[in-house]
């Protein structure tokens, strides 16, 4: 016979572990007081905005990207429309930025593990781990840090903030990034996820254009049928 007192414990014991799996094994931006004109420029920054489609080099490189990356991440995001919706916003957020996609991808790798409602265990939020502050010091009370892009608007817009803040020097801004400044881990851990697991080099390249098809002043004429 079943021991009454068990049952509750087991579901206590079960609650209890799909919590933790919710949990982000991740660390949390740390508050700094901004100047003003740098809280300005970042209240603009992550205004929220729709993304447009992504702009590639080429519709070629494009094609060649999503479908690459599409195809490391059907494990993680098994559904395809939300699949490709999610890199589109990678893409065009990274870029926005002035950041490597594949970075971002990595970022969201250690963060998250591309889990859109992860929450850390100090509170960071969504697939990029965003500390809820910054909705009060860069945006505003409304905005939801578990949507696709709000999520990675203030996300790059962090990172590119704490590249700034550092000079360009990516080891540090990732160490603000996670809470962990000057410690190894994180960013190795980031570095390593982006060159394993996400770097990417374009295979597709356009046909060179002949000198006999320039056109005037360097144009190249639009192709006939």
């Not at 003003?36 to 970042?42: E, I, M, R």
């Not at 589109?88 to 870029?95: I, W």
């Not at 903030?161 to 996670?178: P, S, T, V």
Request: hydrophobic share 40%; aromatic share 10%; charged share 20%.
């Amino acid at each position: 016979m079943t021991n009454p007192l068990r049952l509750p414990l087991r579901l206590l014991l079960t609650l209890v572990l799909a919590g933790a799996m919710n949990l982000a094994l991740a660390g949390a931006q740390k508050y700094e007081p901004l100047a003003a004109s740098v809280q300005a420029a970042l209240h603009a920054a992550v205004a929220d905005q729709a993304a447009p489609e992504p702009i590639f080099p080429s519709i070629g490189e494009k094609i060649e990207w999503l479908t690459t990356m599409s195809a490391r991440l059907e494990k993680r995001i098994p559904d395809r429309r939300e699949r490709i919706e999610f890199l589109k916003t990678v893409y065009y957020e990274a870029q926005r930025a002035g950041l490597d996609p594949q970075l971002v991808l990595g970022i969201i790798q250690i963060e998250s593990g591309f889990r859109k409602y992860a929450v850390s265990t100090a509170g960071a939020r969504g697939y990029m781990q965003v500390m809820p502050f910054w909705l009060k010091l860069i945006g505003s009370p409304d905005q939801n840090l578990f949507h696709l892009r709000t999520n990675l608007r203030f996300g790059c817009t962090i990172l590119r903030h704490y590249l700034d803040i550092e000079n360009g020097d990516l080891y540090r801004a990732l160490g603000r990034y996670n809470g962990s400044l000057g410690k190894p881990e994180y960013p190795n851990l980031v570095r390593s996820a982006w060159q394993n697991k996400w770097a990417w080099t374009p295979l597709y390249a356009p046909p060179p254009v002949a000198s006999s098809d320039v056109g005037i002043a360097g144009q190249t004429p639009s192709r006939r049928n």
